[in-house]
């Protein structure tokens, strides 16, 4: 299986493994949730407030079939949960689920030699 950096078995430059399968797996999702414009307005708007379905179609000025797929998305990637009110369903943003992901994603990252960094600014 060949190796790649923060890929599935993936190692770092002293071919040290550096971050899980499961965390790769996450951050990916995770990212690629983030990474649209439109979940990331959700995501913005759900960090003041839990809102309905419908309340993000007026604020974001969108189709609910649009937001309704771009909530299914945050949803897969358990970045937003539901809560059901009667026949309504509110939607609640799960900011430790981000916290976690990222936290771990960066701690798994191989630590930058400073030395290199001030040869780069003498180049300069």
């Not at 965390?23 to 983030?34: D, N, P, S, T």
């Not at 649009?66 to 609640?92: M, P, Q």
């Not at 900011?95 to 994603?105: A, C, M």
Request: glycine fraction near 6%.
């Amino acid at each position: 299986m060949k190796k790649h950096l923060l890929a599935p078995g993936g190692v770092d430059r002293d071919g040290d493994s550096n971050c899980d399968d499961a965390l790769i797996v996450e951050a990916h999702r995770l990212f690629k949730a983030l990474g649209h414009e439109t979940r990331y307005a959700i995501v913005q708007l759900l960090i003041e407030r839990k809102l309905f379905c419908g309340d993000l179609v007026a604020e974001l000025g969108l189709p609910q079939s649009t937001v309704s797929h771009h909530l299914k998305i945050l949803r897969d990637a358990g970045v937003v949960e539901t809560e059901t009110r009667g026949n309504w369903v509110c939607y609640v943003l799960k900011s430790q689920v981000i916290e976690t992901t990222l936290s771990r994603f960066i701690a798994s990252l191989p630590r930058m030699d400073v030395s290199s960094v001030d040869e780069w600014q003498r180049e300069d």
